[in-house]
């Protein structure tokens, strides 16, 4: 099974700053199908990006994804107050096991 | 799109647990139902998978011993069963859908796109 190991932890931010998230897979995620999700206080996770690089619906272009075979990150341009959350990775792969990272939390 | 799962539950060390999903606003075939797991202040665990079409599953290996996923296509719900409740199974169960691999398209989201909003399963004696 693939381990999705995130870091930091955590990251100490200020509002208008640059989040850089990294995800490393230890072993290559097929077709580059990682995801990323973001995760409030209270609430269920909510899909940011799949398949590497693509914004899902309703989510602005300050986020941005990179990466390819076991090593992927989450770029956030400019930190807005809502964006101070808890981001994990996820992939499935094709047989098809998933898993998570075990997430970066983005602090004030 | 909705997936609105039950209530929180308590329960005692030993005994089962059944959380349902209700799905609605899709056609559920080409969807499967994935089961996530989030125990206080952790991350998230995934715990496997149905297809509502064939009721076929894929667990967890850490999972496959005492999770049962059920599928009820009259009323379009997924259900997961956990038994021989331990304490570290207190935790938030979520459930999110994901299309089937097979039938992904150019276009598809290729992820978790809709989640449930949680039920808080407490094991406690």
Not at chain 1, 83 to 102: I, K, L, T
Request: proline share 4%.
């Amino acid at each position: 099974d693939i381990v999705l190991t995130q870091s930091p932890g955590t990251l100490s931010l200020s509002p208008g700053d640059r989040a850089t998230l990294s995800c490393r897979a230890s072993q290559s995620v097929s077709g580059n199908t990682l995801a990323w999700y973001q995760q409030r206080p209270g609430q269920a996770p909510r899909l940011l990006m799949y398949d590497t690089s693509s914004r899902a619906t309703g989510i602005p272009d300050r986020f941005r994804g990179s990466g390819s075979g076991t090593d992927f990150t989450l770029t956030i341009s400019r930190l807005e107050p809502e964006d101070f959350a808890v981001y994990f990775c996820q992939q499935c792969n094709n047989s098809p096991m998933c898993s998570f990272g075990q997430g970066t939390k983005v602090e004030i | 799109v909705q997936l609105v799962q039950s209530g929180a539950e308590v329960k005692k060390p030993g005994a089962s647990v059944k959380v349902s999903c209700k799905a609605s606003g899709y056609s559920f075939s080409g969807f499967y139902i994935h089961w996530v797991r989030q125990a206080p202040g952790q991350g998230l665990e995934w715990l496997g998978w149905i297809n509502p079409t064939s009721g076929g599953t894929l667990y967890a290996h850490n999972a496959r011993a005492r999770v049962t996923m059920t599928w009820d296509a009259s009323i379009g719900a997924a259900y997961l069963e956990l038994t021989g409740l331990i304490f570290d199974d207190t935790a938030i169960y979520y459930c999110t859908r994901k299309k089937a691999l097979f039938l992904l398209t150019a276009t598809d989201v290729n992820a978790f796109d809709y989640w449930g909003q949680g039920t808080l399963v407490t094991v406690s004696s």
